[in-house]
């Protein structure tokens, strides 16, 4: 399996613009997750999906913020209308269902920069 | 307080020395611990992980757990310069990896 993919791998982009940020998981794999990543604050999950269906979005920071997973294989992060304060690395992060000794596999990352 | 505390470094140790990182956290129900290393401008890769109280060891790696202290660790033996690196503490309340909550990292530095 190619892991999990990420596209793109960079952006720049001007504020107020549309951003969006795909996600193929891996083959298989139960629950994707997507976090945001920076200096300031760190690595915060802001939403995860369980076969397909959002079960806690409480990290989302607004509402110009939203994802979907329409199914198995993909998922989107938006950002609607883009703010400068956006600006970090977002990774898409896949795992299978289990109990113990499930690992959750990270994508290369897509570094966001909103000028 | 944050969720999951580290000191975010630099940690600087000799080459062939042991690297001790730490790790606490705040909510008494989380269930399973994960080491992730991140080389810069790469993605969290796992390394450990860790469910019960003690020590688990894997190559030179070890770590540790104390759900009292509420504290996790990690050791590094003979250190490499290759393992420079930032390396994550993540935590979750979950038995499995999911919703983890990550500290800020540790910044280890190897010296030759």
């Known amino acids: 399996d190619a892991g999990v993919i990420q596209s793109p791998r960079h952006e720049v982009t001007e504020m107020g613009q549309e951003v969006t940020l795909r996600c193929k998981p891996i083959?298989?794999?139960?629950?994707l997750f997507w976090y945001r990543q920076t200096m300031m604050r760190g690595l915060e999950l802001l939403i995860y999906?369980?076969?397909?269906?959002?079960?806690?979005d409480s990290g989302m920071p607004e509402d110009r913020f939203s994802a979907k997973m329409p199914n198995a294989s993909f998922s989107t992060l938006k950002i609607q209308p883009s703010e400068p304060r956006d600006s970090a690395v977002y990774f898409c992060?896949?795992?299978?269902?289990?109990?113990?000794?499930?690992?959750?596999?990270f994508g290369q990352g897509t570094r966001l920069t909103v000028v | 307080q944050k969720e999951v505390e580290q000191n975010s470094g630099p940690l600087s140790v000799p080459e062939g020395a042991i690297a001790s990182l730490n790790c606490t956290y705040s909510?008494?129900?989380?269930?399973?611990f994960f080491w992730y290393r991140q080389y810069s401008g790469k993605s969290p890769e796992l390394i450990m992980s860790?469910?019960?109280?003690g020590d688990k060891e894997d190559g030179r790696f070890t770590a540790q757990l104390n759900k009292a202290s509420q504290y996790v660790s990690l050791l590094i033996r003979d250190s490499q310069p290759s393992d420079s690196a930032t390396y994550l503490c993540?935590?979750?309340?979950?038995?499995?990896?999911?919703?983890?909550?990550f500290g800020q990292g540790t910044r280890l530095t190897i010296n030759p």
């Open positions: 992060a896949s795992s299978k269902m289990g109990a113990q000794n499930t690992e959750a596999f």
């Open positions: 083959s298989g794999h139960d629950y």
């Open positions: 999906f369980n076969n397909n269906v959002p079960i806690d």
């Open positions: 909510d008494r129900v989380s269930q399973s």
């Open positions: 860790i469910y019960s109280n």
């Open positions: 993540a935590v979750s309340r979950e038995e499995g990896a999911q919703k983890l909550v």
